[in-house]
């Protein structure tokens, strides 16, 4: 039985790459390695596209990493969001959280 992994690092100026798996499994670490980077204010832009799988646990990391940032005065934007996870954010009536410009 394989681990899932997940990563996420700085990408230049107010940017940040995840990768690898964000789900039930990963949600915990994600959590905390996103909001390590992205703990403080400023405006961020967090490439998604190296995310291989999510499910309904990333979609509530990736709501807390905005509500962080938010209470810390600054903003996110998504890019590159996974099909499957845009479809768990419009079923929960997310989309326009996650996808605001």
Do not use: C, H, K, N
């Not at 394989?2 to 100026?13: L, R």
């Not at 005065?73 to 969001?81: D, I, K, L, N, W």
């Amino acid at each position: 039985m394989s681990v899932a992994q997940f990563a996420i690092e700085a990408a230049g100026d107010g940017r940040v790459r995840a990768s690898g798996e964000l789900s039930f499994e990963t949600a915990a670490r994600a959590l905390r390695a996103g909001l390590d980077l992205l703990g403080r204010d400023g405006s961020w832009v967090v490439d998604l596209s190296g995310v291989t799988s999510g499910d309904s646990a990333g979609v509530a990391v990736l709501v807390e990493w905005l509500a962080a940032v938010r209470a810390a005065g600054g903003s996110v934007r998504y890019e590159g969001v996974p099909a499957q996870m845009l479809a768990i954010a419009r079923i929960s009536d997310l989309d326009d959280l996650l996808l605001s410009r």
